[in-house]
C-alpha cells in the first residue's frame, strides 16, 4: 500500500470514530433501563464483531497460504490474529466494565457470549507459544495456517455450545419485544461498526508495511555485509514479508 | 480403497502391538485417573456425588488422563523416525491419521472400561446411570481422538511439547466438554437417571465431531510435509 493511501486511510478512521462517538454522546437516546451505561454497547459490540471476523478472516488465509504456498497469506494470517488478539483484549475489558454497571459484577458466567469469547481469545493466545516454537520458518508458516485453519473452524461451534449450556440473559439490543434498535440508536452503531472495522484495517496494514520496512532493511543490510539486527538473537520470531 | 483399508490396519495393527508391548500410555492414564478421584473426594470432601458434581468429576478426570495419552501417541514416530518411514510408503497422509486417532479411541475407551466402573464404585449409590453413559463416552472419546491426533501431530515437532498439548487442546475441547457434562450430568441424578436435553446434546457432540474430522482430514497431508 503506497503512504499516502495509508495516510488516507488513517485519516477516514479518525473522522467515522470521531462522528460514531460524536453521535453516541451527543444524539443516540438514552436507554430506559440501563441509561448512560449502556453506550458502552458502541464500543463493546463492534470491537467483539471485528475480532471474530478477524479470526475467521485468519482462517480463510491460512488455508489460502496451504493451497498455495504463497507466504504472503501466512503474514496476513498472522497479522490478523495480532490485531484480533489485541481486540479481544478490549472487548473483554469492555465487556467486564458493562457487565459491572448493569449487574453489579465484573464477571458474570451466566452471559453466553462473553464467556464464548473468553474461551476463543484463550485460544488464540496460544497462537504465539504454538509458532514461536517451532523452528523451521516454512513449518512454521505451514503449521501456524492449519492452526488458524483449525481454530476459526472453531469459532462457531464453540458459540453454538456455550449458548445452549447458558440461559440466555445477555441484552438483546438488536431483537427486543418492542421491535428492535430505534433507528437512531442502529445508524450510530453502524457508524462505530464501520469505525472499528476501519480502525482494525489501518492497524492490519500498518503491520504489514513496518513488516515490509523490516524486510527491506535486513534485505539492505546483508547486501552491505552486515548482520541484519536480531538474527544473533537465534529464530525470527516472527514473518517477514517478502521484499 | 482395499489398499487403503489394508494400510489402514497395518498401521493401526503396529500402534496397537507397540503399547501392548511397551505400555508407554494406557497404565499411565488409568493410574492418573484414579489418583483424581481420590484427589477429588478430599478436595471436594464427599464420599458420594450426584449430578452435575459427579459429570464433572468424572468428565474432567478423563479429559486430564486423555491428554497424557495425547502428548505420547507421536513421540515414538518422532524418536524412531516413523514419520521418514511414513513419507516414504506409496500411502495416503489421512491414512496415518485416521490409524492414529482408532489408536487413541481405542486407548481411551480401555480407558474407561475401566475408570468408569471404578468411579461408580468409589461415589455412585447405584451403577443404573452406567448404560446410557455409553453412547456419550463414545462420542465424546471420537472428538478427542481426533482433535487430539491433529493437536498432537501439530506439537510434536515444536520444542515444547508437553507444554502446547494442553494449551491448545483444552480451549479447544470445552464445548465437547459442555456438551458431555451436560448429557450426563442428568444421568447421575440422585433419584436415577433423566434424559433431560439427551438427545440435543449428543447431537452437538456429534456435530463437533464431524466438523474435527473434515478439518483433519483436510489439513494433515500438511503436517505430514518436511
Given at each position: 500500500m503506497r503512504p499516502s493511501a495509508l495516510r488516507l486511510l488513517s485519516i477516514a478512521t479518525v473522522i467515522t470514530l470521531i462522528a460514531g462517538f460524536g453521535l453516541v454522546f451527543f444524539w443516540t437516546p438514552m436507554?430506559?433501563?440501563?441509561?448512560?451505561?449502556?453506550?458502552?454497547f458502541y464500543l463493546h459490540v463492534p470491537l467483539a464483531i471485528m475480532a471474530l471476523v478477524g479470526f475467521i478472516a485468519a482462517g480463510v488465509e491460512g488455508y489460502r497460504h496451504i493451497r498455495t504456498g504463497n507466504s504472503r497469506h501466512d503474514l496476513n494470517s498472522y497479522v490478523f490474529i495480532h490485531i484480533s488478539v489485541v481486540f479481544g483484549v478490549a472487548v473483554l475489558v469492555t465487556g467486564a466494565i458493562w457487565a459491572q454497571a448493569s449487574w453489579?459484577?465484573?464477571?458474570?458466567?451466566?452471559e453466553p457470549t462473553l464467556v464464548s469469547f473468553l474461551i476463543v481469545f484463550l485460544l488464540y493466545c496460544t497462537y504465539y507459544p504454538f509458532r514461536y516454537a517451532i523452528e523451521d520458518r516454512e513449518r512454521q508458516a505451514r503449521y501456524a495456517s492449519v492452526f488458524a485453519i483449525t481454530a476459526g473452524a472453531f469459532v462457531p461451534l464453540n458459540f453454538i455450545a456455550v449458548r445452549m449450556a447458558e440461559s440466555v440473559i445477555h441484552p438483546r439490543v438488536f431483537a427486543?419485544?418492542?421491535?428492535?434498535?430505534p433507528p437512531s440508536m442502529m445508524l450510530t452503531f453502524l457508524v462505530c461498526m464501520a469505525g472499528i472495522a476501519l480502525l482494525w484495517v489501518t492497524l492490519v496494514k500498518l503491520e504489514l508495511v513496518g513488516k515490509r520496512v523490516n524486510g527491506q532493511i535486513s534485505k539492505l543490510q546483508r547486501l552491505v555485509g552486515e548482520e541484519p539486527a536480531g538474527s544473533s538473537t537465534g529464530r525470527r520470531v516472527s514473518p517477514q514479508a517478502e521484499v | 480403497m482395499r489398499r487403503t483399508l489394508d494400510a489402514w490396519q497395518a498401521l493401526l495393527g503396529k500402534e496397537l502391538r507397540t503399547e501392548a508391548r511397551t505400555m508407554r500410555s494406557l497404565p499411565a492414564m488409568v493410574l492418573f485417573a484414579v489418583t483424581t478421584f481420590i484427589i477429588f473426594r478430599y478436595g471436594l470432601d464427599r464420599t458420594q456425588l450426584s449430578g452435575s458434581l459427579a459429570g464433572g468429576v468424572l468428565w474432567t478426570t478423563l479429559l486430564f488422563a486423555s491428554i497424557l495419552g495425547i502428548n505420547r501417541i507421536f513421540v515414538s514416530e518422532l524418536e524412531e523416525g516413523g514419520f521418514d518411514s511414513f513419507r516414504l510408503a506409496?500411502?495416503?497422509s489421512n491414512v496415518f491419521f485416521a490409524a492414529k486417532a482408532a489408536a487413541l479411541f481405542i486407548y481411551l475407551t480401555v480407558l474407561e472400561l475401566i475408570v468408569v466402573p471404578v468411579f461408580a464404585l468409589f461415589?455412585?449409590?447405584?451403577?443404573?446411570?452406567?448404560l446410557p453413559l455409553i453412547p456419550v463416552l463414545l462420542i465424546a472419546n471420537l472428538g478427542i481422538s481426533l482433535l487430539g491426533t491433529l493437536i498432537s501431530s501439530m506439537a510434536?515437532?515444536?520444542?515444547s511439547r508437553d507444554l502446547l498439548v494442553p494449551l491448545i487442546l483444552l480451549p479447544l475441547i470445552v464445548p465437547l466438554m459442555i456438551a458431555a457434562t451436560g448429557a450426563s450430568a442428568p444421568l447421575f441424578d440422585a433419584s436415577g437417571p433423566v434424559f433431560d436435553g439427551f438427545g440435543g446434546w449428543l447431537m452437538v457432540m456429534g456435530l463437533y465431531d464431524g466438523v474435527f474430522l473434515l478439518v483433519g482430514y483436510a489439513v494433515f497431508d500438511f503436517l505430514l510435509e518436511d
Amino acid at each position: 500500500m503506497r503512504p499516502s493511501a495509508l495516510r488516507l486511510l488513517s485519516i477516514a478512521t479518525v473522522i467515522t470514530l470521531i462522528a460514531g462517538f460524536g453521535l453516541v454522546f451527543f444524539w443516540t437516546p438514552m436507554d430506559a433501563d440501563q441509561g448512560f451505561k449502556q453506550k458502552i454497547f458502541y464500543l463493546h459490540v463492534p470491537l467483539a464483531i471485528m475480532a471474530l471476523v478477524g479470526f475467521i478472516a485468519a482462517g480463510v488465509e491460512g488455508y489460502r497460504h496451504i493451497r498455495t504456498g504463497n507466504s504472503r497469506h501466512d503474514l496476513n494470517s498472522y497479522v490478523f490474529i495480532h490485531i484480533s488478539v489485541v481486540f479481544g483484549v478490549a472487548v473483554l475489558v469492555t465487556g467486564a466494565i458493562w457487565a459491572q454497571a448493569s449487574w453489579g459484577k465484573w464477571w458474570v458466567w451466566e452471559e453466553p457470549t462473553l464467556v464464548s469469547f473468553l474461551i476463543v481469545f484463550l485460544l488464540y493466545c496460544t497462537y504465539y507459544p504454538f509458532r514461536y516454537a517451532i523452528e523451521d520458518r516454512e513449518r512454521q508458516a505451514r503449521y501456524a495456517s492449519v492452526f488458524a485453519i483449525t481454530a476459526g473452524a472453531f469459532v462457531p461451534l464453540n458459540f453454538i455450545a456455550v449458548r445452549m449450556a447458558e440461559s440466555v440473559i445477555h441484552p438483546r439490543v438488536f431483537a427486543t419485544a418492542e421491535g428492535g434498535l430505534p433507528p437512531s440508536m442502529m445508524l450510530t452503531f453502524l457508524v462505530c461498526m464501520a469505525g472499528i472495522a476501519l480502525l482494525w484495517v489501518t492497524l492490519v496494514k500498518l503491520e504489514l508495511v513496518g513488516k515490509r520496512v523490516n524486510g527491506q532493511i535486513s534485505k539492505l543490510q546483508r547486501l552491505v555485509g552486515e548482520e541484519p539486527a536480531g538474527s544473533s538473537t537465534g529464530r525470527r520470531v516472527s514473518p517477514q514479508a517478502e521484499v | 480403497m482395499r489398499r487403503t483399508l489394508d494400510a489402514w490396519q497395518a498401521l493401526l495393527g503396529k500402534e496397537l502391538r507397540t503399547e501392548a508391548r511397551t505400555m508407554r500410555s494406557l497404565p499411565a492414564m488409568v493410574l492418573f485417573a484414579v489418583t483424581t478421584f481420590i484427589i477429588f473426594r478430599y478436595g471436594l470432601d464427599r464420599t458420594q456425588l450426584s449430578g452435575s458434581l459427579a459429570g464433572g468429576v468424572l468428565w474432567t478426570t478423563l479429559l486430564f488422563a486423555s491428554i497424557l495419552g495425547i502428548n505420547r501417541i507421536f513421540v515414538s514416530e518422532l524418536e524412531e523416525g516413523g514419520f521418514d518411514s511414513f513419507r516414504l510408503a506409496p500411502v495416503a497422509s489421512n491414512v496415518f491419521f485416521a490409524a492414529k486417532a482408532a489408536a487413541l479411541f481405542i486407548y481411551l475407551t480401555v480407558l474407561e472400561l475401566i475408570v468408569v466402573p471404578v468411579f461408580a464404585l468409589f461415589f455412585l449409590p447405584d451403577w443404573a446411570a452406567l448404560l446410557p453413559l455409553i453412547p456419550v463416552l463414545l462420542i465424546a472419546n471420537l472428538g478427542i481422538s481426533l482433535l487430539g491426533t491433529l493437536i498432537s501431530s501439530m506439537a510434536v515437532n515444536s520444542t515444547s511439547r508437553d507444554l502446547l498439548v494442553p494449551l491448545i487442546l483444552l480451549p479447544l475441547i470445552v464445548p465437547l466438554m459442555i456438551a458431555a457434562t451436560g448429557a450426563s450430568a442428568p444421568l447421575f441424578d440422585a433419584s436415577g437417571p433423566v434424559f433431560d436435553g439427551f438427545g440435543g446434546w449428543l447431537m452437538v457432540m456429534g456435530l463437533y465431531d464431524g466438523v474435527f474430522l473434515l478439518v483433519g482430514y483436510a489439513v494433515f497431508d500438511f503436517l505430514l510435509e518436511d
